[in-house]
Every structure is written in structure tokens, then in C-alpha cells.
């Protein structure tokens, strides 16, 4: 157990509509990042937030947001959904920028 | 700009043999490298990682890794693959370049024969 929390597990649903993945990092941590995994794509960087600031970029759509809270969980919402957003999204925390990260157990979407 | 390319999508050893899985990285300045394995169904699990210490990093279950800037490389190693070692490895790069980037490999698919 990483200490990272991710909900739901899993979620289904139809193309058009928009879903929140909502992740907890770890006590201490505030990195938060945010990860794709399909079969095609391989595992794709997001986004992270250190703090509550956004820190980088990596590839996510516009369809995609997300952001970090004060408490520091952070949410990631995807909207206009595609069937090609199944996927598997994992969130990662680390103390700082540098750190090593820790996973949770992602969740994974369907898109019907 | 950083890249990672892990030079065997799969890699099949028997069990009590070595196991080497090569990555090699690209990067204008001195990164961070990690190891992770992914278990099916799994999440994400740090093996080891190399942030400009000692250049062979042990990490957890046996494995260590190499960081040879000469030859931009950082292949993971172990010296007796047990059953369990069946997984996804990823080589992973990351630092700041204007913009802090994390760079995952594609992955190695281990097999372990029994």
C-alpha cells in the first residue's frame, strides 16, 4: 500500500458526458501528478501540481482539467468523453519536484 | 528535451537466471532516472532510483541498477529471477527543463520461466 488513495476504482459511462477522478496523496506529500495508461498510448504524463500551483504539462487534452486543493487531494475531470479516454488514470504523490513518486491503484474508465 | 527507450518490449529468462532489462535516456543536463514495476492489475511500485550519488543503485527485491553517463544508459539488473519478478518494468527520466517533465519508457514485459 502506497498510502496513495484513488476513487472510484472504476467508472463507466457514455461518450459525451464528463467524470471526476478525485486522488489523496500521501501525509506529507505535495506533489500531486496525474497519469494515462492505455494499451496504445503506453503510460502518458498528465499534469502535476505542486502545492496547489500547476507545475507542468505533459499531454493532456483540453477536454481534460484538474487541480489540487488546499487540503492538497486534487481532482481530475474529463469531459466530452471519447471512447478513446478508456483508459487506466493513476495519480502519484512525492514530497517534493525531484522526489521519487508513489502510484495509488488507479482508476479505470470506461467509455461506452 | 529528455527522452527514455527501453530496447526490449519483452524479455523471457528462466527462473535462477540473470535478469538485465536495458534502458537508455537522453537528457541536456543530470537527471533523476527510477525504476518501477507494474504487477497486473496493479499500480505502480518504485524499485529504485538515481539522483547523482553512487552510480550503482541497489534497490528492493534484489535489483540494482547501473548509471553509465558515458554511454547515456541505465539497465536493471538482478542476478536470480525468482516467479514473482513477472511484471511490467518502466525506465523513467524526469527533471526540470523549463518545466518540470516526468518521462516514462514504453516498457519491458518480463516472463519468467519456470
Known amino acids: 500500500d502506497s498510502g496513495v488513495t484513488q476513487t472510484p476504482k472504476h467508472l463507466i459511462t457514455a461518450t459525451g458526458q464528463r467524470v471526476t477522478l478525485r486522488c489523496s496523496p500521501r501525509?506529507?506529500?505535495?506533489?500531486v501528478y496525474w497519469y494515462q495508461q492505455s494499451l496504445d498510448q503506453g503510460l502518458q504524463f498528465l499534469i502535476q501540481?505542486?502545492?496547489?500551483?500547476?507545475?507542468a504539462k505533459g499531454n493532456i487534452l483540453e477536454r481534460f482539467s484538474a487541480q489540487q486543493f488546499p487540503d492538497l487531494h486534487s481532482e481530475l475531470n474529463l469531459s466530452s468523453l471519447e471512447l478513446g479516454d478508456s483508459a487506466l488514470y493513476f495519480c502519484?504523490?512525492?514530497?517534493?519536484?525531484?522526489?521519487?513518486?508513489?502510484f495509488g491503484p488507479g482508476t479505470r474508465l470506461t467509455v461506452l | 528535451a529528455q527522452s527514455v527507450t527501453q530496447l526490449d518490449s519483452h524479455v523471457s529468462v528462466s527462473e535462477g537466471t540473470p535478469v538485465l532489462l536495458r534502458c537508455n535516456y537522453s537528457?541536456?543536463?543530470?537527471?533523476?532516472l527510477f525504476w518501477y514495476v507494474q504487477h497486473p492489475n496493479k499500480g505502480l511500485q518504485l524499485l529504485l532510483k538515481?539522483?547523482?550519488?553512487?552510480?550503482l543503485v541497489k534497490g528492493i527485491n534484489g535489483f540494482e541498477a547501473e548509471f553509465k553517463k558515458s554511454e547515456t544508459s541505465f539497465h536493471l539488473t538482478k542476478p536470480s529471477a525468482h516467479m514473482s519478478d513477472a511484471a511490467e518494468y518502466f525506465c523513467?527520466?524526469?527533471?526540470?527543463?523549463?518545466?518540470?517533465?516526468?518521462?516514462f519508457g514504453a516498457g519491458t514485459r518480463l516472463f519468467v520461466k519456470a
Open positions: 502519484a504523490s512525492s514530497a517534493g519536484v525531484y522526489n521519487e513518486q508513489f
Open positions: 501525509s506529507g506529500d505535495l506533489s
Open positions: 501540481y505542486y502545492n496547489g500551483e500547476e507545475r
Open positions: 537528457s541536456s543536463y543530470s537527471p533523476s
Open positions: 538515481y539522483t547523482s550519488a553512487a552510480t
Open positions: 523513467v527520466v524526469s527533471g526540470d527543463t523549463g518545466g518540470f517533465k516526468t518521462i
